[in-house]
């Protein structure tokens, strides 16, 4: 199952998928360029590549078990669940690894999920989909324990960035918890209401807009960020550098509260790219590093703070600021 580049250059290609007539299978290409569109808000270049080569081995199968004319866009509309699941079957059969087998069904299920949306026109309803609930087939097997960073690795890591806007980013990502794509939708109104926090006030409620629910709103919640982590940000507010910046005024409570060094709205790929930078400069193991392992190490983080009187108590605050 060819699966071509359409567009090449510094951003990620643009996917299209061909039977083995070369005929443009239509549905799963307008999927891959609906992630593509996405990058930078929801999805890392990465997990799109990684989604996009992950259906093509479930097209391929899907061709191969057809007969006569019918198209592979119409065989996918018309397969049900059992059937899915003799795929994985035989993807376990061959020697694949459970995981592997997971990762790939995942990208099928996303695939399935878009079927049913009014971008892809409905070809499919939550009933007359496969992944009705969205329950997958296979069972992935236990994940490993994120991994622990020490305070010391935080430091070190945030002394490798040259810059105070990056660095001020991944601080509060590490404080907060908040996934990148969150910390991207923040904007300056967002800071500007904590002022209205006691001052002896040592953690404040700020408002996250997370996941898009039902009616394409943001979901809000209340993240717990640190009062030196608010001075912070206040400091970084305070330079020319993000009070002069072009494109917005000087005032506008619109203005993203974190900004790029050429002073643009921030990209995925820029965070990702600079975070790795800034490891190998500390001298530490860029691989071991990303935007949501500072996720990661707040959980860690709080579980051990003063906040709440016990391990339960912080679990249910961590359950809330995070938004599971």
Same mark, same amino acid.
């Given at each position: ?25 239509? /549905? ?13 808000? !929801? ?35 018309? /397969? ?15 020697? !694949? ?38 329950? /997958? ?20 890591? !945030? ?11 991944? %601080? ?21 209401? !904590? ?14 807009? @997370?996941?898009? @629910? ?51 709205? /921030? ?24 935007? %949501? ?14 906040? @709440? ?14 938004? %599971?």
């Amino acid at each position: 199952m060819p699966l071509c580049s359409l567009q090449a250059g510094n951003r990620s290609p643009l996917f299209g998928y061909f039977d083995q007539r070369g005929r443009l299978i239509r /549905l799963p290409s307008r999927w891959a360029r609906s992630l593509r569109s996405q990058i930078g808000t !929801l999805y890392s270049p990465a997990t799109v590549r990684t989604y996009s080569y992950n259906l093509s081995y479930f097209l391929e199968w899907v061709e191969n078990i057809g007969v006569g004319d019918v198209s592979i866009d119409d065989r996918l509309v018309a /397969l049900s669940r059992p059937e899915i699941g003799n795929w994985l079957a035989d993807q376990l059969a061959s020697g !694949l690894a459970r995981s592997t087998v997971c990762n790939r069904e995942a990208a099928v299920r996303r695939f399935y999920g878009w079927l049913t949306t009014h971008e892809a026109g409905q070809v499919l309803t939550e009933k007359t989909s496969p992944y009705r609930g969205g329950k /997958l087939i296979m069972k992935p097997g236990h994940s490993p324990r994120p991994r622990y960073i020490p305070t010391e690795e935080i430091i070190r890591l !945030l002394k490798g960035y040259y810059n105070e806007c990056e660095r001020t980013l991944i %601080h509060f990502i590490y404080d907060t918890g908040v996934r990148i794509s969150e910390a991207m939708r923040l904007r300056r109104r967002d800071v500007k209401e !904590l002022r209205m926090v006691p001052d002896g006030a040592k953690y404040l409620p700020l408002r996250v807009r @997370g996941s898009k @629910g039902s009616a394409g709103e943001y979901k809000t919640r209340f993240a717990i960020l640190s009062r030196p982590v608010l001075r912070r940000i206040e400091r970084y507010h305070n330079t020319p550098e993000y009070r002069f910046a072009s494109g917005w005024k000087f005032d506008d409570p619109d203005k993203p509260a974190f900004l790029s060094v050429n002073q643009r709205e /921030l990209t995925y790929t820029n965070v990702w790219k600079q975070m790795k930078s800034a490891a190998r400069r500390a001298g530490l193991d860029p691989s071991l590093y990303s935007p %949501h392992a500072m996720r990661h190490a707040c959980a860690y983080s709080l579980l051990r703070s003063e906040l @709440g009187e016990g391990v339960q108590e912080r679990l249910v605050v961590l359950k809330e600021a995070f938004g %599971h």
